[in-house]
């Protein structure tokens, strides 16, 4: 019995000791070369807009009047841009929902252990990659990738944390903080002459954090007026947005829009979990190199609450949250984050075959990288009879 005993106990403890080894270790590596398509791009600056906290069904479905509540992006999705779902993982939290975006990867379960604002770890990101990167929002988003870039070329530009109220009785003011400083922003450019050089180069990025319908969904629900109300005003928002740097930079049709969301919410005001009410955020893409409005083929594919969004004549391309991230960097030809496991998604794109197939088979070079490493680290660490790869995989052709 004592000898049973021992042994159980011993089986236990390894199983334990395997939960750490396997899910709170870094899955990232580092050394990988960069990757990116040698063609012409067919945007110079990309604008990231995620309305945190958005779900997809408010977002896509009618009010009760039968009206949009988005009615500005709800007219680009019928005739300038792409629009699908993004599906999020597990847990659908900020810090790893914003990771997804931005990075392609999903949140590495150490970095979580160690702090939910801080980097423990170092990731590569579109930001990094970018020539330039202006972001404006939350103290608790924005600096995390400002932190993890190299050089001196992420900028951040946030609001006190104490402004992110969950008792405020309409948080859409977050929001409002971010459209005000992006309009004094472009304006200061006018009359500072690095600035604008700065602006006018190639690879630039403008993210706009929305954190007023996160707030607004805690504080509220997000069956609420004010949840709702926050939708329009984030709409009003984008389009103000889009106006104005559309105007700045001369309508020169060079600027690739995104706009979707972190995560979404429950019914009764929370997310981190894996419902589907959490899980299915909104994506929506528009501008220089995205695809046009296509008609549907599969009408019958959608489930009754898809139905409602009274959008199945057009074409809906969903995606995973990390393929936003190769998506982005193939608009204005960036280098793909080092560490994105996301696929490109190249039906949003609206370029030249030539184009498509480069960015793919550029993403895959990217993906692969960072298998060879993986396996170079995993031989180092294995006994060499232990050690197998499946030699099928590097046949050449």
Not at 181 to 186: G, W
């Amino acid at each position: 019995m004592l000898l049973f005993f021992i042994v159980g106990l011993i089986i236990h403890l390894i199983f334990f000791a395997s939960i750490f080894d396997i899910y709170f270790t870094s899955p990232l590596v580092h050394g990988m070369t960069p990757q990116h398509t040698r063609l012409p791009p067919p945007a110079k600056r990309l604008v990231l807009f995620v309305a945190d906290g958005l779900r997809a069904d408010t977002f896509f479905e009618l009010d009760e009047h039968g009206l949009p509540r988005a009615p500005y992006l709800r007219n680009i999705i019928q005739t300038k841009g792409s629009w699908g779902v993004s599906h999020t993982r597990v847990p659908t939290e900020s810090r790893p929902g914003h990771v997804a975006l931005i990075a392609g990867f999903y949140e590495d379960v150490s970095a979580v252990a160690k702090g939910w604002k801080e980097n423990p770890v170092e990731f590569d990101s579109v930001f990094n990659e970018s020539t330039y990167t202006w972001s404006w929002g939350s103290p608790d988003i924005l600096p995390m990738f400002a932190k993890g870039a190299s050089g001196d070329h992420v900028f951040t530009h946030c609001y006190l944390a104490e402004s992110e109220d969950f008792a405020s009785e309409d948080a859409a003011k977050l929001d409002a903080w971010v459209f005000d400083h992006v309009k004094s922003f472009f304006r200061s450019a006018q009359s500072d002459q690095t600035l604008l050089h700065k602006l006018n180069d190639d690879k630039v990025v403008f993210f706009l954090h929305l954190l007023g319908l996160d707030t607004n969904g805690h504080a509220h629900r997000p069956g609420s007026r004010e949840y709702k109300d926050n939708v329009k005003k984030v709409d009003e928002g984008v389009k103000e947005m889009v106006t104005l740097i559309e105007d700045f930079y001369g309508n020169d049709d060079k600027t690739a829009f995104v706009f979707t969301s972190d995560h979404g919410m429950t019914d009764w005001g929370s997310h981190g979990a894996g419902h589907p009410s959490e899980t299915l955020t909104p994506l929506v893409a528009w501008g220089a190199g995205v695809h046009h409005p296509r008609e549907s083929l599969f009408l019958d594919t959608l489930s009754n609450n898809e139905q409602k969004w009274n959008l199945m004549n057009l074409k809906r391309l969903d995606v995973n949250q990390a393929d936003v991230a190769p998506l982005m960097s193939a608009l204005i030809g960036i280098p793909y984050p080092l560490n994105s496991v996301g696929i490109l998604p190249v039906e949003y794109i609206n370029s030249s075959n030539l184009f498509k197939a480069e960015s793919m088979l550029t993403n895959a070079f990217q993906i692969l990288e960072q298998f060879k490493v993986k396996m170079a680290q995993k031989k180092l660490t294995t006994l060499s009879f232990l050690f197998s790869p499946f030699r099928w995989i590097f046949a050449e052709p």
